[in-house]
């Protein structure tokens, strides 16, 4: 991100901070519960959003190198992702062309074949039909047949775009819009996987996604937690098209106050989030990445998977296994990392922490009151629900997805003039 960017943004939390002000909307909205418990809804968003619109998969640290791979079973369509021979980007319906088995159910892995469990047909990982056992017994195949059906699959500048539909579009800088040049500028590229956690837990996959929608929670549920870390009440807040960016101040901004502008660094002063519509939050610190992805479930809307998947730079990775092999430092479990990071110098972090911190946190905290508002909302006795104007990423992304289904919009309740 451009260092003017990143000055304004900073200007504009220490702003909120000083004067005791959130962001502010200068509106207010009411919307019906309805879109969190609807079949006919989920099953129009599932079309729209996911069998039919391009899906971020990951980053290009996924694929590590030549014949990595790694499968999604996430939205409707079993997909194997692969880096082929020759370093491109594939993606293929996980589906044999003999009869359909599943060429493998692991996660992840590493190898030149798939060789079917099911009659052992062998592919290599660009898709290429390379053998089939006996087949002076099995007879000739013609051209249909031979190779695993391609999905579009684009690696771009960093991520990893695959549409789920053969004949899909995929234009990743439409996509992104505005936000593309911004976005990429993180060197995605560089980012090493390392690890991720699946949430399957009875919210819908928006109420999972409003999560990530405002910070006025912050001080609140989160308080011995992310609270320690962050101020909350405090958002920088811009939309571009459907996607939109989050930032807010950690308590290192106030170090700032003693440093030239030329000095000050956005990832050490303030936690920036963006927004990739339909169902990505990417959370992006200096030295690490968390893409967080809400899926909603195949037939009930009261329930959804989230799968977050973690990436940092190589350089944290040798300081994480550095401090481990170290005998002088003590490293930190992920039960005390927020009361251990105060005693600066005395610990070092393992990035399993840091990981199992940020994963449990969303799911003992944040999903615990999503499953309690999915409850409330299938009781039919809440007809809905108010986000407030220090909430706007909640008002854009709402209103977003309503518009992209050819929904009524939702009508702001309280129209005032920002002070
Ligand atoms: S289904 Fe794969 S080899 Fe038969
Ligand atoms: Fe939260």
């Known amino acids: 991100m451009e260092h003017d960017l990143q000055v304004r943004i900073l200007k504009e939390l220490l702003e909120q901070l000083d004067t005791g002000k959130n962001v502010d909307a200068g509106v207010q909205y ?3 519960t309805d879109v969190y418990t609807c079949s006919e809804i989920a099953a129009r968003e599932r079309e729209a959003f996911f069998l039919e619109h391009p899906q971020l998969i990951g980053l290009s640290g996924d694929l590590p190198e030549p014949n990595t791979w790694f499968t999604i079973d996430d939205f409707g369509v079993p997909v194997l992702a692969t880096r082929n021979q020759a ?10 062309r003999h009869r359909g088995a599943r060429l493998t159910k692991e996660a992840r892995g590493k190898g030149s074949r798939f060789i079917c469990p099911f009659h052992a047909w062998t592919y290599s990982t660009s898709g290429e039909l390379l053998g089939i056992p006996q087949q002076d017994h099995f007879g000739p195949l013609n051209d249909a047949c031979d190779g695993l059906i391609s999905l579009p699959a684009s690696e ?4 990893l775009w695959i549409h789920p539909a053969p004949e899909g579009e995929l234009d990743i800088a439409a996509q992104l819009g505005q936000l593309d040049d911004e976005i990429t500028s993180h060197d995605f590229a560089r980012y090493v996987y390392s690890g991720e956690t699946v949430l399957e837990m009875n919210l819908n996959w928006k109420l999972a996604n409003d999560t990530f929608g405002e910070t006025y929670h ?3 549920l989160h308080r011995d937690t992310l609270g320690q ?12 098209g459907r996607n939109h960016r989050f930032v807010f101040a950690n308590k290192g901004i106030d170090v700032l106050r003693a440093l030239p502008e030329s000095d000050w660094k956005l990832d050490e002063a303030a936690n920036l989030l963006y927004f990739l ?10 030295s690490n990445i968390a893409m967080i992805k809400m899926y909603p479930h195949p037939s009930d809307p009261g329930k959804s998977l989230t799968r977050i998947s973690f990436y940092f730079t190589p350089e944290m990775i040798a300081m994480a296994a550095a401090a481990k092999e170290s005998k002088g430092i003590q490293v930190v479990d992920a039960d005390n990392v927020y009361e251990e990071q105060e005693r600066e110098g005395e610990v070092a972090f393992t990035l399993e922490a840091v990981t199992e911190v940020f994963s449990s946190t969303i799911a003992d905290q944040d999903y615990l009151m999503g499953e309690q508002q999915q409850a409330a909302a299938e009781s039919g006795l809440l007809p809905h629900v108010w986000f407030g104007r220090n909430e706007p990423a909640l008002h854009h992304y709402h209103n977003t997805f309503r518009e992209a289904l050819g929904m009524p919009l939702l009508e702001p309740v309280l129209a005032e003039a920002k002070d």
């Open 30 to 32: 009411k919307m019906s």
């Open 87 to 96: 370093g491109e980007f594939k993606a293929f319906l996980n589906a044999c």
């Open 156 to 159: 771009h500048k960093g991520m």
């Open 218 to 220: 912050f001080q609140k």
């Open 229 to 240: 870390i962050f101020y909350g009440d405090n958002l920088s807040y811009e939309t571009f």
């Open 277 to 286: 519509f339909p169902n990505i939050q990417l959370n992006i610190g200096g």
